[in-house]
C-alpha cells in the first residue's frame, strides 16, 4: 500500500550568485533579471514554482539583488499610470509579478556554495519537505517537472532530484546520480552521486539538473558538510549522504526528465532559449520566424 507523505507548499529560489559570466551586465543588476524575451528569467521559475501548487516561496539573495524583491513587489505609481491611459494589458502584465505566490527573502551573506544557501532556508522551512528551483534551469510549462517531482516525495518520502540524459561528454558540468530501475518508467532509485566528474568516472550519463524536493533532514546534514569541490558547500555531497543511507532521512529517487529545458546559465544557451521562446510566441513568433529563415539564409 502506498504511504501518504506531507502536502508540499515551500520552494526556495536560491539567488545570490554574482552572474560573473554575464559582465558586464550583471554589474549592477541581476543575472536573475536578464530578460527572457520580455520577462525575468526569475518570474519564470516563480511561475513554475507557483504552478506546481508551491504559494510559500523563499527567495535566497545577497548584496544587489534588491530589484528581486521590487519585481515582485506592487508598483502602484506605475499601475495608476497604467490605469489612466486605459492600457489594461500592460497592467495585467505589470500585476501578474506581484500575485504569483507569497514571497519572503533572506540574504545568504557569504557565498559559500548550493548547500549553504539551501542551509539559509531552514528557520523558514521548518520540518516540512520543501522543493528548489536553481534560475539557470528554465522547465517549459507544457512539460510539468516540478509537479511530478512533488508526486513521487509524497508518494515515496525522501527526496526526489530531477535528471536528465546527456552525452558522456557533458556529464562532467553536471552532478551525476548512479541509479536503478523502479516500475515507473520516469522514476529511478538512486543510490550514489558524484559532484561533476570526469566521462570515466560517471556511474552513468545522468545528469542532475535545477530541481530538487528535499527532505528537512537535509538542513541536518548540511551543517555537518565540509566544504567540497571549488571549496564550496555542495548540495550533492549532503543528498549523497542521504542516498546511502535511507534510514537518515528516506530514500532519494530521481525523476528522468525529457521534456522541454531552456538552460540560461551561459551566454550561448541563453541566446538560444531566447530564440526557442521568441519562436513559439503567438504573438511574436510568426514575423520572428520569417526574419530567423531569411536571416540564416542570407548568412549561410
Known amino acids: 500500500m502506498t504511504q501518504s507523505h506531507p502536502r508540499i507548499s515551500k520552494a526556495v529560489i536560491p539567488a545570490a550568485g554574482l ?18 524575451v520580455d520577462k525575468p528569467a526569475i518570474q519564470y521559475v516563480v511561475e513554475e514554482a507557483a ?29 495608476s ?14 500585476q501578474e509579478s506581484s500575485d504569483l505566490a507569497t514571497m519572503h527573502y533572506v540574504r ?20 516540512e519537505p520543501f522543493a528548489v528551483l536553481l534560475g539557470d534551469d528554465l522547465i517549459d510549462p507544457r512539460d510539468p517537472l516540478l509537479k511530478r517531482m512533488v508526486e513521487v516525495q509524497e508518494r515515496h518520502g525522501g527526496s526526489v532530484i530531477a535528471l536528465m540524459e546527456v552525452e558522456p561528454e557533458q556529464i562532467h558540468l553536471y552532478g551525476c546520480a548512479a541509479v536503478d530501475a523502479t516500475e515507473d518508467a520516469d522514476v529511478v532509485k538512486v543510490h ?27 538542513f541536518d546534514i548540511l551543517r555537518k558538510t565540509e566544504p567540497g569541490r571549488g571549496g564550496e558547500i555542495q548540495l550533492t555531497d549532503a543528498l549523497q549522504q542521504l542516498a546511502a543511507d535511507e534510514k537518515v532521512g528516506g530514500p532519494v529517487h530521481g525523476v528522468v526528465f525529457k521534456g522541454r529545458r531552456y538552460d540560461t546559465g551561459d551566454r550561448g544557451d541563453y541566446l538560444r532559449a531566447i530564440v526557442r521562446l521568441a519562436c513559439e510566441r ?10 530567423l529563415r531569411s536571416y540564416v539564409a542570407e548568412e549561410m
Open 108 to 127: 545568504q551573506g557569504d557565498p559559500k556554495g548550493l548547500g549553504h544557501a539551501v542551509l539559509c532556508a531552514a528557520p523558514h522551512v521548518g520540518h
Open 192 to 218: 550514489d552521486l558524484v559532484e561533476k566528474p570526469s566521462a570515466a568516472d560517471a556511474p552513468s550519463n545522468y545528469a542532475i539538473i535545477g530541481r530538487y524536493v528535499l527532505d528537512p533532514h537535509i
Open 51 to 79: 504552478s506546481a501548487g508551491l504559494d510559500d516561496v523563499l527567495m535566497i539573495t545577497g548584496r544587489n539583488k534588491r530589484p528581486l524583491e521590487d519585481h515582485f513587489d506592487r508598483n502602484y505609481e506605475l499601475e
Open 282 to 291: 503567438e504573438d511574436l513568433g510568426p514575423d520572428f520566424r520569417t526574419w
Open 81 to 94: 499610470a497604467l490605469q489612466k491611459k486605459g492600457d489594461a494589458g500592460r497592467l495585467a502584465k505589470v
Open 19 to 36: 552572474g560573473t559570466r554575464f559582465l558586464p551586465a550583471t554589474k549592477a543588476t541581476p543575472k536573475e533579471m536578464l530578460p527572457v
